[in-house]
T-cell receptor, first 109, second 113 residues
Protein backbone atom coordinates (compact mmCIF):
# COMPACT_ATOMS: atom_id res chain seq x y z
CA UNK A 1 0.00 0.00 0.00
CA UNK A 2 1.30 3.46 -0.88
CA UNK A 3 2.05 5.78 2.03
CA UNK A 4 -0.03 8.57 0.56
CA UNK A 5 -2.82 8.12 -1.96
CA UNK A 6 -4.82 10.66 -3.90
CA UNK A 7 -7.56 10.55 -6.47
CA UNK A 8 -5.67 11.58 -9.62
CA UNK A 9 -8.74 13.22 -11.16
CA UNK A 10 -8.90 15.15 -13.35
CA UNK A 11 -11.59 17.28 -11.83
CA UNK A 12 -13.02 19.49 -14.56
CA UNK A 13 -15.14 22.25 -13.08
CA UNK A 14 -16.64 25.52 -14.34
CA UNK A 15 -15.51 28.84 -12.96
CA UNK A 16 -17.25 29.63 -9.70
CA UNK A 17 -17.83 25.99 -8.77
CA UNK A 18 -16.69 24.29 -5.58
CA UNK A 19 -14.35 21.33 -5.86
CA UNK A 20 -13.11 19.07 -3.09
CA UNK A 21 -10.84 16.06 -2.92
CA UNK A 22 -9.15 13.88 -0.34
CA UNK A 23 -5.83 12.30 0.38
CA UNK A 24 -5.37 9.22 2.58
CA UNK A 25 -2.22 8.28 4.45
CA UNK A 26 -1.15 4.96 5.92
CA UNK A 27 1.21 5.94 8.73
CA UNK A 28 -0.82 6.72 11.84
CA UNK A 29 2.27 8.33 13.40
CA UNK A 30 2.38 11.03 10.71
CA UNK A 31 2.83 14.42 12.27
CA UNK A 32 2.46 17.20 9.75
CA UNK A 33 0.34 17.65 6.68
CA UNK A 34 0.43 20.07 3.79
CA UNK A 35 -1.15 20.80 0.47
CA UNK A 36 1.18 21.85 -2.34
CA UNK A 37 0.31 23.18 -5.74
CA UNK A 38 2.31 22.24 -8.82
CA UNK A 39 1.90 23.93 -12.17
CA UNK A 40 2.98 22.15 -15.33
CA UNK A 41 6.76 21.73 -15.52
CA UNK A 42 7.32 23.75 -12.35
CA UNK A 43 8.38 22.92 -8.82
CA UNK A 44 5.72 22.34 -6.14
CA UNK A 45 4.85 25.34 -4.01
CA UNK A 46 3.32 25.33 -0.58
CA UNK A 47 -0.38 26.11 -0.70
CA UNK A 48 -1.25 25.65 2.95
CA UNK A 49 -0.50 23.67 6.06
CA UNK A 50 -3.24 21.46 7.46
CA UNK A 51 -3.97 21.88 11.14
CA UNK A 52 -5.81 19.45 13.38
CA UNK A 53 -8.70 21.85 13.84
CA UNK A 54 -8.99 22.55 10.13
CA UNK A 55 -8.00 25.83 8.57
CA UNK A 56 -9.03 28.22 5.89
CA UNK A 57 -7.04 30.51 3.63
CA UNK A 58 -9.28 32.61 1.44
CA UNK A 59 -11.17 30.30 -0.89
CA UNK A 60 -9.23 27.24 0.28
CA UNK A 61 -10.22 25.06 3.24
CA UNK A 62 -8.16 22.16 4.54
CA UNK A 63 -9.34 19.51 6.98
CA UNK A 64 -7.57 16.70 8.83
CA UNK A 65 -9.28 13.55 10.03
CA UNK A 66 -6.80 11.58 12.10
CA UNK A 67 -9.26 8.82 12.98
CA UNK A 68 -9.81 7.97 9.33
CA UNK A 69 -6.32 9.09 8.28
CA UNK A 70 -7.17 11.50 5.55
CA UNK A 71 -6.86 15.17 4.72
CA UNK A 72 -9.04 17.15 2.39
CA UNK A 73 -8.87 20.30 0.33
CA UNK A 74 -11.88 22.31 -0.74
CA UNK A 75 -11.71 25.15 -3.23
CA UNK A 76 -14.65 27.55 -3.35
CA UNK A 77 -15.53 29.93 -6.17
CA UNK A 78 -12.97 28.31 -8.50
CA UNK A 79 -10.88 30.57 -10.71
CA UNK A 80 -9.18 29.72 -13.98
CA UNK A 81 -5.87 30.27 -12.17
CA UNK A 82 -6.70 27.42 -9.77
CA UNK A 83 -6.01 24.94 -12.57
CA UNK A 84 -3.05 22.90 -11.35
CA UNK A 85 -2.06 19.64 -9.75
CA UNK A 86 -2.54 19.57 -6.00
CA UNK A 87 -0.13 17.42 -4.04
CA UNK A 88 -0.81 16.05 -0.61
CA UNK A 89 2.27 15.90 1.61
CA UNK A 90 2.60 13.93 4.81
CA UNK A 91 5.55 14.14 7.16
CA UNK A 92 6.40 11.28 9.49
CA UNK A 93 7.96 11.64 12.91
CA UNK A 94 11.42 11.01 11.42
CA UNK A 95 10.99 13.96 9.03
CA UNK A 96 10.52 11.75 6.02
CA UNK A 97 8.40 13.54 3.47
CA UNK A 98 5.87 11.52 1.47
CA UNK A 99 3.95 12.88 -1.50
CA UNK A 100 0.75 11.77 -3.07
CA UNK A 101 0.80 11.49 -6.85
CA UNK A 102 -1.38 14.58 -7.14
CA UNK A 103 -4.93 15.53 -8.04
CA UNK A 104 -5.37 17.46 -11.26
CA UNK A 105 -7.92 20.26 -11.27
CA UNK A 106 -8.96 22.02 -14.46
CA UNK A 107 -11.20 25.07 -14.18
CA UNK A 108 -12.96 26.02 -17.43
CA UNK A 109 -14.47 29.33 -18.41
CA UNK B 1 12.98 32.34 5.19
CA UNK B 2 14.58 29.43 3.43
CA UNK B 3 15.57 29.55 -0.23
CA UNK B 4 16.74 26.56 -2.25
CA UNK B 5 19.07 27.16 -5.18
CA UNK B 6 19.38 24.44 -7.77
CA UNK B 7 21.20 24.26 -11.08
CA UNK B 8 21.32 23.75 -13.97
CA UNK B 9 17.70 24.22 -15.01
CA UNK B 10 17.98 21.84 -17.95
CA UNK B 11 20.54 19.23 -18.89
CA UNK B 12 20.91 16.82 -21.78
CA UNK B 13 23.41 14.05 -21.20
CA UNK B 14 24.36 10.92 -23.16
CA UNK B 15 23.85 7.47 -21.71
CA UNK B 16 26.87 6.40 -19.69
CA UNK B 17 28.02 9.91 -18.85
CA UNK B 18 28.44 11.12 -15.26
CA UNK B 19 26.06 13.47 -13.48
CA UNK B 20 26.42 16.06 -10.77
CA UNK B 21 23.52 18.22 -9.65
CA UNK B 22 24.03 20.73 -6.90
CA UNK B 23 21.62 22.20 -4.41
CA UNK B 24 22.43 24.93 -1.93
CA UNK B 25 20.35 26.39 0.85
CA UNK B 26 20.10 29.97 1.97
CA UNK B 27 18.43 31.37 5.04
CA UNK B 28 18.51 28.44 7.48
CA UNK B 29 21.07 26.32 9.28
CA UNK B 30 21.11 22.56 9.58
CA UNK B 31 18.09 21.97 7.36
CA UNK B 32 16.88 18.52 6.37
CA UNK B 33 17.52 18.19 2.63
CA UNK B 34 15.87 15.96 0.05
CA UNK B 35 16.31 14.89 -3.57
CA UNK B 36 13.17 13.96 -5.49
CA UNK B 37 12.62 12.80 -9.04
CA UNK B 38 9.43 13.26 -10.99
CA UNK B 39 9.01 11.30 -14.21
CA UNK B 40 6.74 12.78 -16.89
CA UNK B 41 3.12 12.66 -15.70
CA UNK B 42 4.05 10.93 -12.47
CA UNK B 43 4.29 11.81 -8.79
CA UNK B 44 7.36 12.74 -6.79
CA UNK B 45 9.68 9.93 -5.84
CA UNK B 46 11.97 10.44 -2.86
CA UNK B 47 15.54 9.47 -3.77
CA UNK B 48 17.67 10.61 -0.82
CA UNK B 49 17.36 12.65 2.30
CA UNK B 50 19.87 14.07 4.74
CA UNK B 51 19.45 15.30 8.29
CA UNK B 52 23.01 16.59 8.58
CA UNK B 53 26.51 16.78 7.12
CA UNK B 54 27.64 13.39 5.87
CA UNK B 55 24.31 11.75 6.74
CA UNK B 56 22.51 10.29 3.75
CA UNK B 57 19.50 7.99 3.67
CA UNK B 58 18.66 6.27 0.42
CA UNK B 59 15.08 5.44 -0.39
CA UNK B 60 15.45 3.73 -3.74
CA UNK B 61 18.35 1.49 -4.83
CA UNK B 62 19.67 2.74 -8.15
CA UNK B 63 22.75 4.06 -9.86
CA UNK B 64 22.46 7.46 -8.19
CA UNK B 65 24.23 8.65 -5.06
CA UNK B 66 24.06 11.72 -2.86
CA UNK B 67 26.49 13.58 -0.67
CA UNK B 68 26.31 16.42 1.80
CA UNK B 69 29.79 17.87 2.14
CA UNK B 70 28.58 21.05 3.85
CA UNK B 71 25.56 21.97 5.96
CA UNK B 72 23.90 23.87 3.13
CA UNK B 73 25.07 21.83 0.15
CA UNK B 74 23.48 18.67 -1.18
CA UNK B 75 24.79 16.94 -4.30
CA UNK B 76 23.19 14.27 -6.47
CA UNK B 77 25.58 12.22 -8.59
CA UNK B 78 25.83 9.33 -10.95
CA UNK B 79 28.87 7.65 -12.45
CA UNK B 80 26.98 6.36 -15.51
CA UNK B 81 23.57 7.66 -16.51
CA UNK B 82 20.83 5.39 -17.81
CA UNK B 83 17.94 6.34 -20.09
CA UNK B 84 15.61 5.71 -17.16
CA UNK B 85 17.34 8.48 -15.18
CA UNK B 86 15.56 11.09 -17.29
CA UNK B 87 13.16 13.20 -15.28
CA UNK B 88 12.62 16.34 -13.30
CA UNK B 89 14.91 16.46 -10.27
CA UNK B 90 13.91 18.57 -7.33
CA UNK B 91 15.85 19.51 -4.22
CA UNK B 92 13.81 20.34 -1.14
CA UNK B 93 14.68 21.67 2.28
CA UNK B 94 12.96 21.60 5.62
CA UNK B 95 14.04 24.24 8.14
CA UNK B 96 12.88 22.35 11.20
CA UNK B 97 9.78 24.39 11.94
CA UNK B 98 6.86 22.10 11.22
CA UNK B 99 4.29 24.59 10.11
CA UNK B 100 6.47 26.28 7.50
CA UNK B 101 6.51 23.27 5.25
CA UNK B 102 9.14 22.40 2.74
CA UNK B 103 10.71 24.65 0.14
CA UNK B 104 11.69 23.39 -3.28
CA UNK B 105 14.35 24.47 -5.69
CA UNK B 106 13.24 25.30 -9.22
CA UNK B 107 14.32 21.88 -10.45
CA UNK B 108 16.59 20.39 -13.10
CA UNK B 109 15.04 18.78 -16.14
CA UNK B 110 17.41 15.97 -17.14
CA UNK B 111 17.13 14.21 -20.46
CA UNK B 112 19.39 11.23 -21.03
CA UNK B 113 19.82 10.48 -24.72
Amino acid sequence: RKEVEQDPGPFNVPEGATVAFNCTYSNSASQSFFWYRQDCRKEPKLLMSVYSSGNEDGRFTAQLNRASQYISLLIRDSKLSDSATYLCVVISNDYKLSFGAGTTVTVRA
Amino acid sequence: SQTIHQWPATLVQPVGSPLSLECTVEGTSNPNLYWYRQAAGRGLQLLFYSVGIGQISSEVPQNLSASRPQDRQFILSSKKLLLSDSGFYLCAGYPGTANYGYTFGSGTRLTVV
